[in-house]
């Protein structure tokens, strides 16, 4: 949408050559997609290392809330993510029934999970990107979200396995306590984004 010849333009005609903003607007928003469908990729990858099946209706709404704490920035953003991710891995741990859980339900909260973080790169984006060198900076910000991605999932993958072998670990545990993810920024920021808020509004088990 933005292409090399226009950047070129941009940057010898000046500012009015610019791409449109609605033209960036829709290259970050399509752009969020991709990088959603990457970052569950190689979560999911995380996933059979330690063992787990990323097919599973349990282990997918795992693999979101590690995309959601991989992601998160503000304070008020990465308390609700980790507090997902722990309650998730409490019930995951204990064997909690999922009966009510299907696809239909996943579904339901991949859809919403999936704007609120197109919402969220589009705006971290948008916030840092000069239209002549959107393409630029839209890679940079690519990359460095994918590795705090995986640097999450290797942390949570890992805190689980323990875990489930040593059960004791996780006794007292507060639910703020999973390790920071990436660099803080202000409240204003980044928006919270409850996985399990999700899943409990789309008619599975309220674990909050």
Same mark, same amino acid.
């Given at each position: 949408?933005?292409?090399? @010849? ?7 005609? @000046? ?166 993810? @990436? ?26």
């Amino acid at each position: 949408m933005i292409s090399g @010849g226009q950047l070129a333009v941009a940057a010898s005609a @000046g500012a009015a050559a610019a791409p449109s903003g609605g033209a960036i607007v829709g290259a970050f928003t399509a752009d969020a997609a991709v990088v959603l469908g990457l970052a569950s990729r190689s979560v999911g990858q995380i996933s059979l290392l330690y063992g787990y099946d990323p097919e599973e209706p349990a282990e997918k709404l795992f693999v979101m809330s590690v995309v959601n704490a991989g992601t998160a920035t503000s304070a008020t953003a990465k308390t609700a993510a980790m507090a997902d991710i722990s309650r998730l891995t409490q019930a995951l741990v204990r064997g909690k029934a999922w009966d009510v859980l299907n696809e239909a339900i996943v579904a339901k909260v991949s859809q919403q999970f999936a704007k609120a973080f197109g919402f969220r790169l589009t705006k971290k984006g948008l916030g840092k990107a000069v239209p002549a060198f959107g393409i630029i900076v839209g890679g940079t910000l690519n990359w460095t979200t994918l590795e705090a991605i995986v640097d999450a999932a290797d942390t949570a993958y890992r805190r689980r396995f323990l875990l489930e072998k040593y059960p004791h670990l996780g006794e007292g545990e507060e639910s703020e306590s999973f390790p920071d993810v @990436g660099p803080e920024a202000q409240d204003d920021a980044d928006e919270e984004i409850s996985l399990l808020g999700e899943l409990a509004e789309a008619g599975g088990p309220d674990l909050r």
